[in-house]
């Protein structure tokens, strides 16, 4: 009998990571103004599903390597910042057809890198794609750049246009390796800058595909640059003097990022998406059964490390009871694996320390009796941490207000809808949030409260997650975003952009085009 299309996938996938790591693993270079370097100390990233075996391999970038890669960005800038608007489109889109050839080949990557079964190592190439699509399309509109103004009275002509800040720096976090380095990356070129990458030093490799997707733009020369390595080149890039930084982490991180760029001779834009504490809020009268499938891939997907990824369950006294025992149920189900291993649902944790800090949160919830399920995790020496479901933990415990990125997820009953409104949005993040109800009026409600720059509302199978690939925008209120304009919306790369409105006289109308 022949295999159906998703085993073949599967099978196709699971060679390709098996012949991945019976090769030598690749090092991948710095590249300073066209240069590859392999400078610094050398780091080597673990498969965290066998860590001892090196998957990747790049130089930790000293300081003075990422002075030297600002200064050739600013170069090349200097030029591409005077090139038309459909030429720059143009370029970008040359990438387009490179990136549907690798789609497989960076799955491998991120699967090996960051423990991603296929469905979601795939889907890193996938919104790249969207990205490219989107970006390109709204950069094409009319007035994207340019908005003509009212004739003057005086006379004179007027317009108001964006043009680009310089260069800016790109910090990049493991769990989305490849899609948080190309989103930025591509909004900034599009508005006229310069770029310097730092990838996450979990997932070198899968963030070196963002510098390839760029050479195949034909870009000038060291407009693009990428280095290497764990916290201090990243440091040495937020205290640099480039003139903006797109950061993807944690809160306290992004905000430290902020601080600085306030506190320098003048304000420099940071534009962050941060992590969030998520919750979903579930009535007497929601069904349970879409409720409990939401809640738990919202939760475990991909072992819960996801900035959007549910941890929160609010739930109302009359829905506790059952819907404890239909999440407890499917969280049983879940196996923890390779992602090489067909029906594994989510992967290892990204690294030894996040291993460690689940088993002290475990012994602390064991330790105050909580009610604690799990399902299952492979054996052996991997990073395998169960899918893990918590209940009878209060609403303000810090289990249940502190961000784990972790596939850990408490629940909590609220004596009322109102209260539990209260409660999801006592927080200082603001990502994502769902709500599940058979009532119209508290489903209109909870749009009208919710803090929350994404929200989905009896959505089947996903409870706060889900947005790409597709037509959504992502991103945070509050702690969770600085800037309001979301990822994949048409305002995104305007960001990248600042306004200067401009008044010639009359007869030199003419000189007004971007």
């Not at 965290?48 to 960005?73: M, N, R």
């Not at 090139?83 to 490179?98: D, G, L, Q």
């Not at 930025?184 to 508005?191: I, M």
């Not at 009359?318 to 594994?344: I, M, Y």
Request: net charge negative; charged share 20%.
């Amino acid at each position: 009998m022949a295999m159906d299309t998703q085993t073949e996938t599967q099978v196709a996938f699971s060679a390709a990571v098996a012949q991945q790591r019976a090769a030598d693993y690749p090092t991948v270079p710095h590249v300073v103004d066209g240069h590859e370097l392999f400078v610094g100390e050398l780091l080597r990233r673990e498969d965290p599903s066998y860590p001892d075996q090196t998957i990747s391999a790049c130089h930790d970038a000293p300081a003075e390597l990422v002075t030297k890669a600002i200064a050739a960005s600013r170069r090349a800038q200097r030029a591409w910042r005077r090139t038309p608007v459909a030429e720059r489109i143009e370029h970008v889109r040359r990438a387009i057809p490179f990136v549907e050839a690798r789609l497989e080949e960076w799955a491998v990557r991120v699967a090996l890198e960051i423990g991603k079964p296929y469905a979601g190592a795939r889907g890193e190439g996938a919104e790249v794609l969207e990205i490219l699509r989107f970006y390109t399309q709204y950069a094409a509109e009319p007035e994207a750049f340019e908005d003509r103004r009212a004739d003057d009275p005086s006379g004179a002509a007027n317009d108001s246009v964006l043009k680009p800040y310089g260069v800016f720096g790109v910090i990049t976090p493991f769990n989305y390796p490849i899609v948080q380095a190309a989103g930025p990356t591509v909004a900034a070129l599009l508005a006229g800058n310069g770029v310097v990458i730092k990838t996450a030093h979990h997932g070198p490799w899968s963030g070196h595909a963002v510098y390839e997707l760029c050479e195949a733009m034909d870009l000038p020369t060291g407009l693009v640059n990428v280095i290497h390595g764990a916290d201090e080149p990243g440091r040495a890039l937020a205290a640099s003097d480039v003139d903006g930084i797109s950061f993807t982490g944690s809160v306290p991180v992004g905000q430290s990022i902020v601080r600085t760029f306030a506190n320098g001779a003048y304000y420099r834009p940071v534009i962050a998406e941060m992590g969030g504490k998520n919750p979903v809020v579930v009535t007497d009268s929601a069904d349970l059964e879409v409720a409990a499938d939401g809640i738990v891939f919202s939760a475990f997907d991909l072992s819960g490390q996801k900035c959007s990824a549910l941890s929160r369950v609010l739930v109302t006294p009359g829905a506790h009871d059952r819907l404890v025992e239909l999440v407890e149920a499917r969280v049983r189900e879940l196996k923890v694996a390779d992602p090489a291993v067909n029906g594994a649902a989510s992967g290892p944790v990204v690294s030894a320390e996040s291993a460690a800090r689940y088993e002290r949160l475990l012994e602390g919830a064991r330790s105050e009796g909580f009610r604690i399920t799990t399902g299952t995790a492979q054996e052996g020496e991997g990073y395998f941490v169960p899918a893990t479901v918590v209940s009878g933990v209060p609403a303000g415990h810090d289990l249940a207000n502190v961000e784990h990125f972790l596939p850990l997820l408490t629940i909590s009953e609220v004596p009322t809808f109102d209260e539990a409104l209260r409660v999801a949005n006592a927080t200082d993040m603001g990502l994502t949030a769902g709500v599940y109800t058979g009532e119209v009026e508290q489903a209109r409600q909870f749009l009208d409260e919710i803090e929350a720059g994404c929200v989905d509302v009896n959505v089947p199978g996903h409870a706060t997650t889900g947005w790409w690939p597709g037509p959504q925008t992502f991103g945070g209120w509050k702690g969770s975003g600085t800037t309001g304009k979301q990822t994949l919306g048409k305002w995104y790369f305007q960001q990248f952009a600042r306004q200067q409105a401009r008044k010639l006289s009359a007869d030199l109308e003419h000189l007004l085009t971007y």
